[in-house]
Structures are given as structure tokens and as C-alpha cells.
Nanobody
Framework: EVQLVESGGGLVQAGGSLTLSCAAS????????IGWFRQAPGEGREAVSC????????YYTDSVEGRFTISRDNAANTVYLQMNSLKPEDTAVYYC??????????????????WGQGTQVTVSS
């Protein structure tokens, strides 16, 4: 069974930090690019960051560039999203997703094959 399980969300004050984890199982993790998306209430799903299978390609949306860092540990089948200098506008449910086009870093949600259930991040002002 394919699973992507996010963890690490929570409530933090503005300026604080959180590290999200995405643990994968049930597929060959090394063959997939991994993306992080977020969805705030009443809004669409936004691509936040992604990393190719070999970690040689990464992407960050402009609003998180310089504050968030994506990384992956293929031995542990896990991708991380280190989030620093958090702002209230970062509040959303964060999802990780897997894309079998391993070398690409897509920002288009329908192109991803597998999704996690999401983890809530709330940043208070």
C-alpha cells in the first residue's frame, strides 16, 4: 500500500520555525520527485517547494524563497521541509506528494501520483 505521511505541523508564533517530514512507503521512493503543497481555507492548492529524486533540482515559490529549505533522505524514504521565519500567511494545511517523473520538479498538482493526508501549520501573529 502506497503511503505518504506528513508530520511536524503545529501552532507557532510569527518568526518561529517548524520542520515538516514526509515519510513514504509502498513505492520506490528513489524514483520519485517529491513536492510540498499547501492549502489555506477558501483558497486553492499552492505549490510551495519540490525536490527531484536525486535532489539536484529544487523549487521554491517566491513567497518562501530564502525561508524554507527542502531536503530528502532516500535511505530513510523521507523528505523534509525546514520552515523558518514563519509568517501568518504561511498558515495552511501542508501536503506532500510524489511524482514518478523523477527528474522534474513540477508545480502542477494533478501531475503528482500520490498524496498524503496533510498536516496543519498555524502561525499566530
Amino acid at each position: 500500500e502506497v503511503q505518504l505521511v506528513e508530520s511536524g505541523g503545529g501552532l507557532v508564533q510569527a518568526g518561529g520555525s517548524l520542520t515538516l517530514s514526509c515519510a513514504a512507503s509502498g513505492f520506490t521512493f528513489d524514483d520519485y520527485a517529491i513536492g510540498w503543497f499547501r492549502q489555506a481555507p477558501g483558497e486553492g492548492r499552492e505549490a510551495v517547494s519540490c525536490i527531484s529524486s536525486s535532489a539536484d533540482t529544487t523549487y521554491y515559490t517566491d513567497s518562501v524563497e530564502g525561508r524554507f529549505t527542502i531536503s530528502r533522505d532516500n535511505a530513510a524514504n523521507t523528505v523534509y521541509l525546514q520552515m523558518n521565519s514563519l509568517k501568518p500567511e504561511d498558515t495552511a494545511v501542508y501536503y506532500c506528494a510524489a511524482d514518478q517523473r523523477a527528474s522534474y520538479c513540477s508545480t502542477i498538482a494533478p501531475r503528482y501520483d500520490y498524496w498524503g493526508q496533510g498536516t496543519q501549520v498555524t502561525v499566530s501573529s
